[in-house]
């Protein structure tokens, strides 16, 4: 008796193949779930230093006429996890009458040339008005050496004093490479 009532799930077994099998769909799976396959995430911290030394020029935006955008670039001096002694470069394409900010982009060089290329996604840069610091959030874009294909998040804190500022790095990057 028994044999006879495993025979329909005996049936059921054997007519099924993975083209029946139910696939979830990537777009439903939660935002807390994380994939096997994900590359580590390693913590990147980091303090420096830095001032602008490009302000508002026009002409950063060569599919436009020179006087509808405006050029600013910083440079300074960072001591990053992962990275050791780095310099950076900040630059940024502003409307000209300065509502709108785009392209930023924030390329930090360890002292061996590899770089990380962090691309900011809202308005942060030309020094804010007195008594405001920035919270600037950006999203990272990969970079060179073992920076390349890096991924990965984070913010930087900048207080301003005129012209210069002082910044602080807190983020979270893919380890590629040689960093794992």
């Known amino acids: 008796m028994r044999k006879l009532a495993l025979l329909p799930l005996l049936t059921l077994a054997l007519a099924c193949d993975d083209s029946t099998v139910l696939q ?10 994380v994939r096997r396959d994900a590359p ?12 602008f030394v490009v302000f508002g020029e026009p002409g950063c935006d060569t599919s436009r006429p020179a006087e509808e955008t405006r050029y600013w670039a910083a440079t300074g001096e960072m001591q990053v996890t992962h990275l050791g002694k780095t310099s950076f470069w900040y630059d940024e394409c502003w409307e000209a009458d300065y509502s709108a900010v785009y392209d930023q982009r924030l390329t930090l060089t360890g002292a061996n040339g590899d770089q990380l290329v962090l691309l900011y996604n809202d308005a942060c840069g030309a020094p804010p008005p007195e008594g ?7 999203d990272v874009e990969g970079g060179t050496g073992r920076w390349d294909g890096a991924t990965g998040y984070g913010f930087l804190l900048l207080v301003f004093e005129g012209l210069a500022f002082e910044q602080t790095l807190d983020a979270v990057v893919s380890a590629v490479g040689t960093i794992q």
Do not use: H, Q, R, W
């Open 24 to 33: 979830p769909d990537e777009s439903l799976v939660p935002e807390i779930a």
């Open 40 to 51: 580590k995430m390693i913590p990147l911290k980091g303090t420096g230093t830095g001032e």
């Open 132 to 138: 405001y610091d920035f919270k600037c959030n950006f």
